[in-house]
Nanobody, 125 residues
């Protein structure tokens, strides 16, 4: 069984930065890809970024390109989301997720097999 635990959320001002971490535990942790999603109040969950674990190839939703960076540390079984130039519209609960499925669209939530509990990010104007 794989468990994902996010950390690093908080309250910041517009223009600030945060780095989210997602630590994975479990004997069988060997994802094909890891992703970050977010859910803002009153909105649907949306894709933010994903990384292919072996190649480190990355994907981003348009609204965060150039501001957010996803990365991973294989030795620590951890995926990160560096968020720079934060905007109030980035306010949401951020979730990390992992998938062991090949050839699935990484921007779709149902592609993922396991999820973290979420961490709140609040950006004030």
């Amino acid at each position: 069984q794989v468990q994902l635990v996010e950390s690093g959320g908080g309250l910041v001002q517009a223009g600030d930065s945060l780095r989210l971490s997602c630590a994975a535990s479990g004997r069988t942790f060997s994802p094909i890809a890891m992703g970050w999603f977010r859910r803002a109040p009153g909105k649907e969950r949306e894709f933010v970024a994903a990384i292919i674990w072996s190649s480190r190839y990355t994907y981003y939703t348009d609204s965060v390109k150039g501001r957010f960076t996803i990365s991973r540390d294989n030795a620590k079984n951890t995926v990160y989301l560096q968020m720079d130039s934060l905007k109030p519209e980035d306010t949401a609960v951020y979730y990390c997720a992992g998938t062991r499925q090949f050839s699935v669209p990484v921007s779709i939530a149902r592609s993922y097999d396991y999820w973290g509990q979420g961490t709140q990010v609040t950006v004030s104007s």
